[in-house]
């Protein structure tokens, strides 16, 4: 076949460069033979994509499971060290302090172990790390400047879990 002559638009698909032509008949029934396997193909295609997305669900959700659990023994341990001292007799306040301070520092440990901290809550106010809980007039302090700590703020990571709670100043009335 030379370059000028028109081609036969309907011929069977195969790797012969000779191919025979079909009929519109043939032709019509070979597209839907493939229609039918492209759209086998497809449903599989989804259900795979559906049981992997099924899968990693699962995965996840005992993956969170897993650690919620494990921060929840963690957490029922100080419960009970808190009730024990509860529990004790009230003659000796030091060694209620004592138990207490010792749980607490326990608490703050087990926090750290899973990216807690307490952020330091000096310098100028941030909204987005502070929550201020009054305002007061210094002349010690810059204006929008944070006076005092009234309550303790902690970070995961980047993420503020509470805000600190705090007193800011502002300029002096004149």
């Known amino acids: 076949m030379c370059a000028t002559e028109p081609r036969e638009s309907t011929s069977r698909v195969s790797d012969d460069a000779m191919a025979e032509p079909l009929e519109p008949e043939e032709e019509i029934a070979a597209l839907r033979a493939q229609v039918e396997a492209l759209n086998g193909q497809l449903l599989r295609v989804r259900?795979?994509?559906d049981n992997y997305r099924k899968r990693l669900?699962?995965?996840?959700?005992?993956?969170?499971?897993?650690a919620k659990r494990r921060l929840f023994m963690e957490l029922l341990s100080l419960a009970d060290d808190l009730e024990r001292a509860l529990a004790a007799p009230l003659g000796d306040g030091a060694a209620l302090a004592e138990?207490?301070?010792?749980?607490l520092t326990r608490l703050r440990d087990a926090l750290a172990a899973h990216g807690v901290r307490r952020m330091d809550?000096?310098?100028?106010?941030?909204?987005?790390?502070?929550?201020?809980?009054?305002?007061?007039?210094?002349?010690?302090?810059?204006?929008?400047?944070?006076?005092?700590?009234?309550?303790?703020?902690?970070l995961w990571g980047d993420i503020v879990l509470r805000a600190a709670r705090v007193r800011v100043a502002v300029a002096p009335a004149e």
């Open 99 to 103: 138990g207490v301070d010792l749980t």
């Open 121 to 154: 809550a000096g310098g100028a106010f941030d909204p987005n790390l502070h929550e201020a809980m009054a305002t007061v007039e210094s002349g010690d302090v810059p204006d929008g400047h944070i006076v005092d700590e009234v309550g303790p703020g902690y």
């Open 57 to 66: 669900e699962r995965t996840t959700e005992e993956l969170v499971r897993d």
């Open 47 to 49: 259900a795979d994509t």
